[in-house]
């Protein structure tokens, strides 16, 4: 028997996937960049967060890069992975990006946000997940699954009760690095009123914490989104903020009492509208 032409040695994948073309191996999607993924494909996959909020998560990510600080990033609720997503691409290739989420809703809900994940480039070895719900899980069970590591940013999106956001308040304190940034879903919801209590009890009892922005999204389903973080690095994070939107900056600030919050909207009757009558009013 020969052993010569062209289907041996180098030749060998290439002249079976001519012969075969089913058995050619599928190559795995390219890591797309996160402008193209929200400016493009955010809306497809099913979810709730605003475009306006992975815009500003994904300019966060960034600044921190830029600025030297590096770890994993992870979201509680990650549903089907819309946000998720964002901030998966908007990391480093080699950060590691925690989910967390039961998963019971809606049905199939694992395999549709792995899925999700892969069409869109993410390297799924890189996408450590907790498949449980917030509330059963310790910091030390955060830290464990990221080798060790601490969060630079974390979503919480996970239950819109009182103790359930308690929980994951007090759990992030303890899985967050000096500089990392807590982001808070579905603040000033009008279905959700006592979680402001909650976040106003967690700063009173962690007075070097602070909300340093308010993302808000323009009606009342779509609520907006508070942005911790310490005390020492809000200034920092609100300027870059202020510089990469400046057309959605609310000329005054919220007023918490821990300090003042940017306030960033697409709204136009909340920015353009409101610089136009101040204007007016001299």
């Keep these: 028997m020969t052993t010569s032409g062209p289907i041996f040695g180098t030749g060998l994948v290439a002249a079976l996937r001519r012969r075969f073309p089913v058995l050619a191996w599928p190559k795995a999607p390219r890591r797309m960049s996160v402008q193209t993924y929200i400016r493009r494909h955010y809306a497809a996959v099913p979810g709730f967060s605003s475009h306006i909020s992975a815009e500003v998560a994904a300019r966060l990510l960034q600044f921190q890069h830029e600025s030297g600080i590096h770890g994993p990033v992870g979201e509680i609720g990650v549903m089907l992975g819309r946000s998720f997503i964002g901030l998966a691409l908007a990391a480093a290739p080699a950060d590691l990006c925690l989910a ?46 990221l080798d060790g590591g601490k969060l630079r940013y974390l979503h919480i999106d996970g239950g819109h009760t009182v103790d359930v956001l308690q929980h994951d308040l007090s759990m992030a304190r303890d899985v967050m690095i000096p500089s990392g940034i807590i982001c808070l879903d579905d603040m000033l919801h009008a279905q959700y009123p006592d979680l402001g209590l909650v976040v106003h009890a967690y700063l009173q009892a962690n007075p070097d914490l602070t909300v340093f922005c308010i993302v808000d999204r323009g009606d009342l389903i779509a609520a907006s989104k508070y942005l911790i973080c310490a005390r020492d690095f809000a200034a920092g994070y609100q300027q870059i903020l202020k510089n990469s939107f400046p057309a959605y900056a609310f000329p005054d600030p919220a007023e918490f009492s821990t300090g003042p ?5 697409k709204d136009a009757r909340l920015v353009p509208g409101l610089r136009k009558m101040i204007a007016r009013m001299g």
Aim: charged share 20%; aromatic share 8%; with cysteine.
């Design 100 to 145: 967390i989420d039961d998963f019971a809703w809606p049905r199939g809900a694992r395999a549709k946000f792995l899925a999700n994940c892969t069409q869109f480039g993410i390297d799924i070895a890189k996408v450590p997940i907790i498949a449980a719900k917030s509330t059963s899980l310790t910091p030390a069970d955060i830290v464990a699954t």
């Design 261 to 265: 919050a940017l306030i960033l909207s």
